[in-house]
Structures are given as structure tokens and as C-alpha cells.
């Protein structure tokens, strides 16, 4: 039957893995929550009405609310994984088997950026939700976005490191070789996903730096489909993972 096909297809299993995570849920509503506040922008530039653009501005708000509260207590993770970041062994010569140093230290700076972010992001979700309206709940937010904005610096340094190290190692190369071959497969499956990781990076960069009032250029257009895009990059990252 036509719904047994379908029912029992494996793009269905899939989705439903994908759907089962809660990074691969928070992917998705963060995809509505900015392209909501691209379209929002959009419409207003175009001359909308109020009542065209009111549902949109209502997604973006709401969603937005969603994701803070799928991120209380999230916090505590990124702490532990600063820490085991910390304790892994720096690689050297002697110790093939360690984190080459500057990784180490750019994932212990991403790892710290991110948990002050969630942590002061959780405070001002009380605020943003309603449940206790706090006198400074702007510098909360404020604090949460330049926490953030430090964990993303250490990881596009980290990306742009990356890069640079496959590109010197598929230098290396002898492809005269099957080895250097398989090598060379793999070594490009690693530049491509560095490469992917950077544009979306780069794409987040622009919330916080917007927020802070860091730029002059940036409008909630080019943040909205900025966030879309780094969006569409998680998702199809998650989407890879639950595969």
C-alpha cells in the first residue's frame, strides 16, 4: 500500500531520529525564529501592514522564548567539557596521541564562552518570560551575548586553524600512493567540514555583534538570514549525525 510506503520509508526513520534530539528540535525552531525575523523585516521595508507582519514577529518572539528554555541548566555541560578540554594531554612529539595546543586552548575558550552565555542567557529567561521581571534584565541579555560572542571567536580561530593544517598536510601528500590517496579522501571530507563550521560561525557572529551595537551595517535583514543560514547549516549537520 501507497501509506505503508510511506509510513515505513527511511527518510521517515530518519526524520523522526532527527526530530527525537533536542539539538536537532532547537535547529529547527531556531530556522523559524530567524527567518520569521528576516520576513518580519522584509515585509516592514516593503510597507506591510501591522497585521502582516504580527505573526511573524510573534514567531520570532515565541520560538525565541522556546529555544531559551530548552537551553536551562545547559550551561553546566559546556563547564564540564572546558574542564575535560583542560585536563586532555597537549600533543607534542612524544605524545602523538594528544590535542595539538592551540585547539586545546581555543576549545577551553569556546567551552567557557558558551557556558557564561547559557548561564546568564538562563538568568534572563526569568526576565524574558515573565516569571520575575528583573531590574536589569537588558544587561543580562547584554553580558549573555558578549559571553557568547567570545565563544565564537575562539572557535573561528579554531576553524581558520584547521584549515590551514589540512591544507599543509594535503601539501604532504604523495598521491602516487593508495595511502596518500585514502589520505588526501579524508583529509578533504575534514576541510570541508571546518569550512562549513566557519560560514556558520561567521553567520552567528552577527547576533551578538547587532545586539551590542558593535556594527553599523547590520539591520534585523541581514541578522535574520544570517541566523537562516546558520540554521540550515545545523540542520544539516544534525541531520548527517542521525543518519
Known amino acids: 500500500m501507497v501509506a505503508d510506503a510511506i509510513v515505513y520509508h527511511p527518510s521517515v526513520a530518519h526524520y523522526l531520529k ?7 528540535r532547537d535547529k529547527l525552531f531556531r530556522l523559524f525564529q530567524y527567518f520569521s525575523r528576516f520576513y518580519s523585516w522584509y515585509l516592514y521595508r516593503k510597507n ?19 529555544r531559551k528554555s530548552l537551553r536551562l541548566g545547559k550551561f553546566v555541560e559546556h563547564f564540564k ?16 596521541g594528544g590535542l595539538d595546543p592551540f585547539l586545546r586552548y581555543c576549545a577551553i575558550g569556546r567551552q567557557l564562552g558558551y557556558a557564561g552565555y547559557m548561564a546568564f542567557d538562563n538568568v534572563h529567561f526569568l526576565h524574558a518570560a515573565g516569571v520575575r521581571k528583573l531590574e536589569w534584565g537588558k544587561w543580562w541579555q547584554e553580558v549573555a551575548w558578549r559571553f557568547w560572542g567570545v565563544g565564537l571567536w575562539f572557535n573561528v580561530c579554531a576553524g581558520l586553524y584547521q584549515i590551514r593544517q589540512v591544507r599543509n598536510r594535503q601539501q604532504r601528500l604523495d598521491l602516487k600512493e593508495g595511502e596518500g590517496v585514502v589520505e588526501m579522501k579524508r583529509l578533504e571530507k575534514d576541510r570541508k567540514k571546518a569550512n562549513l563550521q566557519l560560514v556558520s560561525d561567521l553567520c552567528d557572529l552577527t547576533v551578538p555583534a547587532f545586539g551590542l551595537g558593535y556594527t553599523t551595517f547590520l539591520d534585523d535583514g541581514l541578522v535574520g538570514l544570517a541566523g537562516s543560514v546558520s540554521s540550515l547549516i545545523g540542520i544539516y549537520t544534525v541531520w548527517q549525525n542521525t543518519a
Open 48 to 66: 506591510g501592514t501591522p497585521s502582516e507582519i504580527a505573526p511573524y514577529n510573534a514567531i520570532k518572539s515565541q520560538f525565541g522564548l522556546i
Open 81 to 96: 567539557a572546558a574542564a575535560q578540554a583542560y585536563d586532555t594531554t597537549p600533543y607534542t612529539p612524544a605524545k602523538a
Open 18 to 24: 532527527f526530530v527525537a534530539t533536542t539539538i536537532g
